[in-house]
């Protein structure tokens, strides 16, 4: 956690929408760039990729958002976020140089300095929840020595509703990342693979051998997943799923997240697929 979350994890750091990006062809998906009103904030941040921030509106409320940029993106942060209730279309209205609130970094992240070196590594994801994946991938890529092959699926309804667009292309260039995207149906225009995720996933995803698997998406997503991997020898201590459950106060006090013992908000919401299977059966 940065220094001033642990001197008072409810105060907002201020900053200033200076980008806005519209990801998906509804609308629905926008990708904002914030800049820290304040240099001293932006030097107290640092953040792991897979944590998630508390983006806050006066007068609205806050809402819990994993963050999109890379520990490796200095002086901004993103933040990529679906429109689906009061918060976000208010965040979905705001303008380039419109002020708001951001308080984190919160939970944990994905062991990328520790468990993930020296790993072969395979990410997988559908849909929006592509974001920490993003964060993560690009951290991997700027310390690419420190990893071996790096695999990345990753799929969307639509090829419209397909996040970062042009970044894909350019990882599609590179010969040291194996990236498989995928679209659930044909679409017009659209010459890359077709199928769900995990589909794609059996056909392509690697041995187990010194390898984890990075897993963000719908419940379905991962629940349909897991068989194809756990046929090639993928057992659960090597998978890393990130969770989103009902969190609201990012802290660990209001226990809106818990589940059994567990605070996804505290504990998360990065847990290995063995620690989720240990969970109660209400989640």
Not at 94 to 116: A, C, Q, S, V, Y
Not at 226 to 240: A, C, H, S
């Amino acid at each position: 956690m940065s220094i001033q979350s642990e001197i008072n994890p409810y105060l907002p750091y201020p900053v200033i929408i200076d980008d806005i990006i519209v990801e998906s062809e509804d609308g629905n998906l926008k990708t904002f760039k914030f800049v820290f009103e304040n240099k001293a904030d932006e030097e107290k941040w640092q953040h792991v990729a897979g944590q998630f921030a508390m983006l806050s509106i006066a007068g609205q409320g806050e809402i819990p958002i994993g963050i999109a940029s890379s520990p490796s993106e200095k002086g901004y942060l993103l933040f990529t976020v679906n429109r689906a209730g009061k918060v976000t279309t208010a965040l979905h209205q705001m303008k380039i140089g419109d002020r708001m609130g951001i308080r984190g970094p919160m939970g944990n992240g994905f062991p990328i300095d520790t468990e993930l070196k020296g790993k072969n590594i395979v990410i997988i994801s559908g849909g929006f929840a592509f974001t920490t994946l993003r964060a993560t991938l690009l951290y991997m890529l700027a310390n690419r020595s420190d990893y071996g092959n790096i695999t990345v699926i990753y799929g969307s309804r639509t090829p419209g509703m397909l996040l970062y667009r042009d970044e894909l292309a350019e990882w599609a260039k590179r010969d040291d990342l194996d990236i498989h995207i995928t679209v659930d149906a044909e679409a017009e225009g659209w010459n890359g693979l077709v199928g769900f995720v995990p589909t794609i996933a059996a056909d392509v995803a690697p041995p187990a051998d010194n390898a984890a698997a990075l897993i963000c998406g719908p419940p379905i997503m991962i629940k349909f997943t897991m068989p194809p991997l756990e046929k090639i020898g993928w057992n659960d201590d090597q998978v890393y799923l990130s969770l989103e459950n009902r969190m609201k106060c990012g802290v660990g006090h209001c226990l809106h997240c818990n589940v059994g013992p567990t605070l996804v908000c505290k504990d998360g919401p990065v847990f290995t697929r063995s620690q989720v299977k240990d969970l109660p059966l209400e989640y």
